[in-house]
């Protein structure tokens, strides 16, 4: 089973802490991020939500440059 979202801050933290993009899909004008549901992304997706988790910001600068560029048409 996959999981959609639309939250780029929630994709880069994701994929900083290994978590691997299945998919990127077009949701009209937007982009969708999809990732296969487990375990290991509801722990981590719990984590970011109640401010427990952490990762480099200036990774997470760069990550969000990348994701950015992957969704510009």
Avoid: C
Avoid at 17 to 30: D, T, V
Avoid at 40 to 65: A, H, M
């Amino acid at each position: 089973m996959y999981v959609e979202t639309q939250d780029m801050w929630l994709t880069a933290f994701l994929t900083l802490k290994g978590i691997e993009l299945h998919q990127l899909k077009n949701y009209g004008p937007r982009k969708l991020f999809v990732f296969e549901d487990d375990e290991l992304f509801q722990k981590l997706k719990r984590s970011y939500y109640f401010n427990e988790g952490s990762v480099d910001p200036l990774q997470l600068k760069t990550r969000i440059r990348e994701l950015k560029s992957m969704t510009v048409d």
